[in-house]
């Protein structure tokens, strides 16, 4: 089935320090999404993009969907250690017609105070 | 409530027993959803309902999984003769239309033993 790429695997990184993070698909995504999970808990939205080229951001996190819509990627500036989680990237096919999103396997970020 | 609820939070299950999974959705979303999350991995698609018709299972492992949501709102997710690889995390999102980004609830944690 479709599957996304998405790296790092994992990032331990210095308080203030800018993340990046990034999904790639081999196929055409219509909508990329861009979720947090705490510890046992769901995943909770961070950012929605729906168009190729958009560039959206939420307070220090900005993402864009990329031009060949087959790519995204999620930075966070100036981290903090509330940061700390893990980032699943989420695409909605273009030949989904129910919704059904395809998820990245996460990274796992960690923020040294 | 606010969110998406499920219940219960946690399920251990002796192998060969029944489980019955609940979902209650934003109310007022047409589009519900069940995934399935391994320890370690992004959550998989199984199921999509819009109201109380299920047009999409193409993600139930085998037949053992069934779901219903037969009044278009809450939403059960029931698995038969449990196997210790159904353990996992079952989370339910919602959405307003089924194109739009999915809010997820905080999920059922299944331990088959």
């Known amino acids: 089935g479709q599957q996304l790429n998405q790296s790092p695997q994992s990032m331990f990184i210095q308080e203030g320090e800018d993340v990046s993070m990034n999904c790639t698909s081999s196929s055409i995504f219509n909508t990329w999404l861009w979720y947090k999970q705490d510890p046992g808990e769901g995943p909770v939205l961070l950012i929605a993009?729906?168009?190729?080229?958009e560039l959206t951001s939420n307070g220090r996190l900005t993402a864009q969907f990329g031009i060949t819509r087959k790519d995204s990627f999620l930075n966070i500036s100036a981290s903090i250690p509330s940061d700390v989680g893990i980032y699943f990237c989420a695409g909605l096919p273009r030949s989904s017609n129910t919704g059904k999103l395809i998820f990245g396997q996460g990274t796992t970020l960690q923020v040294k105070p | 409530g606010a969110g998406v609820s499920q219940s219960p939070r946690y399920k251990v299950a002796k192998r060969g027993q029944d489980v019955a999974l609940r979902c209650d959705p934003i109310s007022g979303h047409v589009s519900l959803f069940w995934y399935q999350q391994a320890l370690g991995q992004g959550p998989e698609f199984l199921t999509y309902f819009q109201n109380e018709a299920q047009l999409d299972k193409s993600g139930l492992p085998s037949d053992r999984f069934f779901a219903e949501r037969p009044e278009g709102s809450v939403s059960t997710l029931k698995i038969q003769r449990t196997q210790q690889e159904d353990s996992a995390v079952y989370l339910c999102?919602?959405?307003?239309?089924?194109?739009?980004?999915?809010?997820f609830g905080q999920g059922t944690r299944l331990t088959v033993v």
């Open positions: 999102a919602s959405s307003p239309d089924r194109r739009a980004e999915a809010f």
């Open positions: 993009l729906y168009k190729a080229g």
